[in-house]
Nanobody
Framework: QVQLVESGGGLVQAGESLRLSCAAS????????MGWYRQAPGKQRELVAI???????NYADSVKGRFTISRDNAKNTVYLQMNSLKPEDTGVYYC??????????????WGQGTQVTVSS
């Protein structure tokens, strides 16, 4: 069994910064892609940023130049540094990891989500 636990969300003013963390634990053999998604009220969940096992990154156009995704493989953790936050960044942020368990199963795992609220 694998568990992903997110932290770092909160309420900030526009222009401020937050750093999200997501740590995976359990029967993990390896982790491939790690990513962050978000869901605003009344909207579908959307990709924010992803990072491959080789540390290649990809970002949504709306966050390019403001957000940075990184990973610490030794800690099975992915981070999202969010700078120059805007009210439209408000939403629940979820981490997702595509991983292989010690039993050999391969698939995505999701965190429970952390709320980010940016006031204007």
């Amino acid at each position: 069994q694998v568990q992903l636990v997110e932290s770092g969300g909160g309420l900030v003013q526009a222009g401020e910064s937050l750093r999200l963390s997501c740590a995976a634990s359990g029967s993990i053999f390896s982790i491939n892609t790690m990513g962050w998604y978000r869901q605003a009220p009344g909207k579908q969940r959307e990709l924010v940023a992803i990072i491959s096992s080789g540390s290649s990154t990809n970002y949504a156009d709306s966050v390019k130049g403001r957000f940075t995704i990184s990973r610490d493989n030794a800690k099975n953790t992915v981070y999202l540094q969010m700078n120059s936050l805007k009210p439209e960044d408000t939403g629940v942020y979820y981490c997702k990891m595509v991983l292989t368990t010690t039993l050999g199963t391969i698939g995505p795992s999701w965190g429970q989500g952390t709320q980010v609220t940016v006031s204007s």
